[in-house]
């Protein structure tokens, strides 16, 4: 029980000095994966009731990263970064699922969420970049 505890603090300590030296580090200086773990947001961005809702791809991240919506909302995807991304879920078309084509600089996807679920998605290109959408019913 003893060295638990131990390994926990350890561990505890070393997350918080690790997520301190990212915080102070300029977006340049860290690699793509470290700079999306730092930007990404773990929150639900609750959108209900909105005909159309945007997410922001921007340092490696989708913005927000956890999307709540209502069926029938258009969800339109904005590509804020130098490099190309996708948006892709891994369900098929006719399961609602999409797959955008690489979208460059100032390119968008749209998706209307017409059926009710969880539906997670990645770039395909970077996939360490995740976002969830819940479309409630």
């Not at 700079?35 to 991240?61: D, E, G, M, T």
């Not at 069926?71 to 955008?100: E, L």
């Not at 017409?114 to 997670?120: C, I, K, L, P, Y």
Request: a positive charge; aromatic letters at 6%.
């Amino acid at each position: 029980m003893k060295k638990t505890l131990i390994a926990v603090a350890a561990l505890s300590t070393t997350l918080v000095g690790a997520s301190s030296a990212l915080a102070g580090m300029p977006p340049m200086a860290m690699g793509h994966e470290a700079h999306a773990v730092a930007a990404a947001s773990p929150r639900l961005s609750v959108q209900l009731h909105k005909a159309v809702v945007r997410v922001a791809i921007h340092n490696f991240a989708f913005q927000p990263a956890r999307l709540k919506v209502s069926r029938g909302t258009r969800v339109v995807w904005v590509n804020r970064d130098g490099d190309p991304h996708t948006v892709s879920t891994s369900a098929k078309r006719r399961a609602g699922g999409w797959a955008s084509q690489a979208l460059d600089t100032g390119n968008s996807y749209a998706h209307v969420m017409s059926r009710a679920g969880s539906f997670s998605y990645i770039c395909t290109i970077h996939p360490f970049m995740h976002g969830t959408v819940v479309v409630g019913s």
